[in-house]
């Protein structure tokens, strides 16, 4: 994905009550939480932003002085302006999304929507997303495919005030773009339960498997770096595709989902 | 667990070839491997050491003035010596073994030795431990218990001259203990793999549980703080009891095996 022309793909909106550098913001907080842009990777110039969006050079400075002030990006003399490494959010690849992950493997990452809708959050939900009872909540479940193979299933919920615009095209791109979009909330924090399960008929069937086959179920909380709980997720992936890698220290432990 | 019974149950050998000092060594390093002693306990007075193991004081100041300059203890001021929080190994809880997390939760441990032999090492086992084709490795399968309920198997396989002395009766206390009294080895790093499996016909029948139910594998390498690996293990876990809680943020992770 190239960071310019998913940033510029369409005009800002003049008309809105939202001021044009904000709007940028957001834009390139989408882009960061995409994760299609790595550390090493330097956003575009602030003179091509300009140019393609037909923005004034004080609109982008302003924007871009904001995220470095934020702790978003980082300025290296001569180089550029990249994203902060904190702003990648979990040092852990549990944390990077699916379509990161299958990338990472030459593969080709899809998503199939299962399911949209807006749900009142009630029970462990409102208690996990701190949310006043009957809040409106999206609840999104999605199918996750690698090269057209069955890999996961999703089903996330996100309070609606956090991504008031989510549209079934704009979660075909990306659940966490969409909400940086809206809200500027980043993925930083998870707190995640995993145990074993056998797959039930509904399961096995959106999976590919056969009921009673062995898989992983992790139930994940994602915070943003203020410890804001934005959104649960429920996963459930093949056994025989999925394991975690856990490495152990004094100095401190790293956990990787790895594809078998 | 009093540590000064721990250490001092028995006489220290006077014929063997090994100095007295030494011996008192690996004593103490078998109670740093059982995790019967945390860090906010001091360990036995060098005083009381010498009075009932009957030594002079110059061998017991000798033992602990090793211990820490290896930095497997610390001497703090008035206040005693304790284990060094580095020798606590992973600061993970998936790394406190099995008696000490069921203590914790207010329970009973026990181990049940399903069998007990030598074997050579072959295959992956020979290249994780990095041992030469065909070196005599211990191969131990228990069953670990919580109030007499199965919760566990556990297949370790460790080179037999790391525990050249292993016997049922050392087992029965802890093989980390065992491993660090002959040889001097503690756990300090894992490098470890976790997937969901479903129990087959002896394992479900071990665990007191369904053929086809689901519980978590976890194939785990132990190494010392010096990178040496010194134990494989196989642990299949009931899903119904135990869970991983994984936190993860820009700071770091933890994961801690919880039962559930």
């Given amino acids: 994905m190239d960071p310019l022309r998913t940033i510029c793909a369409e005009p800002l909106d003049q008309a809105s009550g939202v001021p044009l550098y904000q709007q940028l913001k957001l834009r390139i907080m989408g882009l960061i939480a995409s994760h299609s842009i790595d550390e090493a990777t330097p956003l575009p110039p602030e003179s091509r932003i300009c140019e393609e969006l037909g923005l004034s050079r004080s609109t982008v400075r302003r924007c871009f002085q904001d995220l470095v002030e934020e702790g978003r990006v980082v300025r290296r003399r001569g180089k550029g302006t990249f994203v902060a490494r904190y702003q990648l959010g979990a040092t852990s690849d549990v944390a990077m999304n699916f379509s990161a ?35 409106p909540v999206w609840e999104v479940r999605r199918l996750r495919l690698a090269d057209g193979v069955p890999m996961e299933t999703n089903k996330a919920c996100v309070p609606v005030r956090f991504c008031p615009g989510l549209t079934r095209e704009r979660l075909s791109r990306s659940l966490y773009s969409s909400i940086a979009e809206d809200s500027g909330l980043l993925p930083a924090y998870e707190d995640a339960y995993v145990d074993a399960i056998v797959l039930d008929s509904a399961e096995a069937k959106a999976l590919g498997q056969r009921r009673g086959a062995p898989a992983m179920r992790v139930v994940r909380t994602t915070f943003d770096a203020q410890m804001v709980p934005f959104e649960v997720a429920v996963l459930v992936r093949r056994a025989d595709a999925n394991r975690l890698h856990l490495r152990l220290g004094p100095e401190g432990s790293t956990v990787a989902l790895e594809n078998s």
Same sequence: chains 1, 2.
């Fill in 101 to 135: 992950r299958v990338e990472a493997l030459g593969k080709v990452p899809t998503s199939k929507i299962l399911s949209f809708r807006q749900v009142p959050a009630t029970g462990t939900l409102r208690e996990r997303l701190r949310l006043a009872e009957g809040e």
